[in-house]
């Protein structure tokens, strides 16, 4: 794997100043620009966002809808590529529109969850999660990523037989069981009520806790910001602020 790269600190820009605790850089960003063209109209998604995202961090992207929070996230799990700008992934190139560079790099470094659980209905819970486990290099037995997530009773479950917030933990445990090094999530908690919502980021939080995954959960809910690391909001294509937290808050204490 390349070496991180070497970034210079500018503190006329927050969202790129290094980590307090010195993290290596697993994202650099710059300049990232997205136009859609519908026709003869152009959608402008992003419009030059620089960013960096450190080892081990939890952010939070927070903004309205239509804000570009969910491209930005797309553009760095390789999901998409920018119009214009430039990023990279432990100093490897995402910008280029080579599609098995990008593969390789979603299916070892990433994973994804979304606000729809995407469960394959015929399959138990056991057997979702052995769909990610069987193509990776290193991954957890399904039953040790459904332990994680709290759902080790309810392995032979199909999806009908379970809750939403279960879903969502599935879903989870799906993303994580081939340990990947990065967890983006894209409102993770948007179908989910308070109570459910909370025990879905307690879950996302023990991820990178307890296996140091950097994790980057968009979001247009203002309180789950109390949880991050950093806070990065996004409006009309651009980051318009970022926000550091000196005292996070557990899940639990988060109120919306």
């Known amino acids: ?126 057997e979702n999660v052995a769909l990610v486990t069987e193509i990776a290099e290193n991954p957890m037995r399904p039953e040790e990523a459904l332990e994680m997530v709290n759902l080790g009773h309810r392995l032979d479950h199909f999806p009908a037989q379970l809750s939403g917030g279960e879903q969502q933990r599935v879903a989870i445990a799906r993303a994580v069981a081939k340990r990947p090094d990065v967890l983006l999530c894209d409102e993770p908690t948007g179908a989910l009520d308070i109570e459910t919502g909370i025990v879905v980021l307690e879950v996302i939080e023990r991820v990178n806790r307890e296996l140091g995954t950097t994790t980057v959960v968009i979001t247009h809910n203002a309180a789950i910001a109390g949880m991050a690391d950093r806070v990065v909001s996004v409006a009309s294509g651009r980051i318009s602020h970022v926000k550091i937290n000196e005292h996070k808050q557990q899940p639990s204490e988060l109120q919306w």
């Open 1 to 126: 794997m390349p070496d991180s790269l070497d970034l210079v600190t500018d503190t006329s820009h927050p969202e790129m100043v290094p980590s307090r605790s010195g993290a290596a850089s697993v994202y650099c960003a710059r300049g990232i620009t997205k136009i859609y063209r519908m026709g003869e109209v152009e959608v402008h998604a992003l419009r030059g966002v620089d960013l960096d995202l450190f080892e081990g961090e939890f952010v939070v992207l927070l903004g309205p809808s239509g804000s570009g929070k969910s491209t930005l996230l797309n553009i760095l799990g390789g999901l998409d590529v920018p119009t214009a700008g430039h990023v990279s992934y432990r100093g490897k190139d995402l910008t280029s529109n080579d599609d098995a560079l990008l593969t390789g790099y979603r299916r070892r470094h990433v994973g994804f969850v979304f606000q729809f659980y995407n469960l394959i209905p015929s399959l138990t819970a056991r």
